[in-house]
């Protein structure tokens, strides 16, 4: 695949009026996430590509495989005033609907696997990821990773044993500055209307289009918590919060982090 040429992306994204102000390539780096979070004084909306990451991490700092010019590998550092700090752990379920939006932009029908997977085919097979983190000057950075181009074998599968897969695996375009461009532009729709919303998910409508694009609900699943806290049950909900709403042998339990496994029927 041909490199990300930065001055086009810049041309299309970034101009006075928005709505990105910076936005670099690089050839290379361990991490986006953490190439922002590093960056003191970073203005916020400012984007952070790279052609390939060599410390690419997902949740519970997972390897993120991130093969040279196959992929997506973006990070976006966002100061959203007037947001409380309570909230911004939404900003995962934001960007999830970004990435769906995205998807159909490229010719593939994809799900949301709560809180931060996407998944396309038959097979529900992984093909885009999110990490939000909060940095110590209060910005958060939403990284986003996806497989565009064909997958280099084998790729490692996932918690729960979800197999890879790619935009073009699935039929899709697999042009990445084409998708670059639309994951973008997708992200600053969905994220201008967490912020007017006070990162209110209900109020600003993403809440019901998340709900209604995640195939984890009324899916029997497995929540692995930290220290062998596990339970089972059928998911039901996704609060206003974003958190899982479980029906666990008739009690409602509510998750707001953990690994969430989708059981398969025998």
């Not at 044993?161 to 992200?187: H, M, Q």
């Not at 609060?239 to 998750?255: I, P």
Request: glycine share 12%; hydrophobic share 45%.
């Amino acid at each position: 695949m041909a490199a990300l040429d930065a001055e086009a992306l810049r041309a299309a994204l970034v101009t006075p009026s928005g709505p990105y102000a910076a936005l670099d390539v690089v050839s290379s780096t361990g991490s986006t996430n953490a190439d922002l979070i590093a960056a003191e004084g970073a203005a916020d909306r400012t984007v952070l590509i790279a052609e390939t990451q060599t410390a690419g991490r997902g949740r519970r700092a997972r390897e993120w495989v991130s093969p040279p010019e196959s992929g997506l590998y973006l990070s976006v550092l966002l100061r959203p005033e007037g947001v409380p700090a309570a909230r911004l752990g939404t900003l995962s379920l934001v960007a999830g609907v970004a990435l769906a939006r995205a998807a159909r932009h490229a010719g593939v029908t994809a799900t949301l696997k709560w809180p931060n997977d996407l998944l396309a085919g038959l097979a529900q097979a992984k093909c885009a990821g999110v990490l939000a983190e909060v940095g110590q000057d209060g910005a958060v950075v939403v990284g986003i990773g996806v497989n565009v181009g064909p997958l280099p074998d084998p790729v490692p599968p996932g918690p729960g044993g979800i197999p890879a897969t790619s935009i073009a695996e699935e039929g899709g375009s697999g042009d990445r500055a084409e998708l670059a461009v639309a994951l973008l532009r997708a992200f600053d729709e969905a994220e201008r209307s967490w912020r007017g919303a006070e990162g209110d998910l209900a109020t600003s409508g993403l809440l019901a289009e998340y709900r209604s694009n995640c195939s984890t609900l009324g899916q029997r699943v497995r929540v692995e918590l930290p220290e062998d806290r596990d339970f089972q049950g059928t998911a039901i909900d996704i609060d206003g919060e974003g958190r899982l709403v479980v029906d666990a042998a008739g009690a409602a339990r509510t998750v707001s982090a953990g690994d969430v496994v989708h059981l398969r029927s025998a």
